[in-house]
Nanobody, 124 residues
Framework: QVQLVESGGGLVQAGGSLRLSCAASGRTFSTYSMGWFRQAPGKEREFVQAITWNGGRTYYADSVKGRFTISRDNAKNTVYLQMNSLKPEDTAVYYC?????????????????WGQGTQVTVSS
């Protein structure tokens, strides 16, 4: 079992930055690949970024490439999402997720554990 708790969301102006954190419980965190997803009102949850268990590979949605960076610190059981050059269309609830897969996956059905989400609002 893995429990995930996101933090770091908030209100920011367009062009600004935020860093989201996802703290995981459990001794097996370092064996899980992790993903960030987001869901805007009235839309389906969509993939943002993912990182393999050892941080060796990362994957990006085209919409955030060059602006967002995923990273992890296995010693702290935490995965991060650094978000720069934020746009109003980035407004959503952001979720982190964990999968025991050794590869980084990009669809919601591939993840077994989810956090409760943190709201990010970008004003224009």
């Amino acid at each position: 079992q893995v429990q995930l708790v996101e933090s770091g969301g908030g209100l920011v102006q367009a062009g600004g930055s935020l860093r989201l954190s996802c703290a995981a419980s459990g001794r097996t965190f370092s064996t899980y690949s992790m993903g960030w997803f987001r869901q805007a009102p009235g839309k389906e949850r969509e993939f943002v970024q993912a990182i393999t268990w050892n941080g060796g590979r990362t994957y990006y949605a085209d919409s955030v490439k060059g602006r967002f960076t995923i990273s992890r610190d296995n010693a702290k059981n935490t995965v991060y999402l650094q978000m720069n050059s934020l746009k109003p269309e980035d407004t959503a609830v952001y979720y982190c997720a964990a999968t025991p897969s050794t590869v980084a996956l990009t669809t919601t059905r591939d993840y077994d554990y989810w956090g409760q989400g943190t709201q990010v609002t970008v004003s224009s």
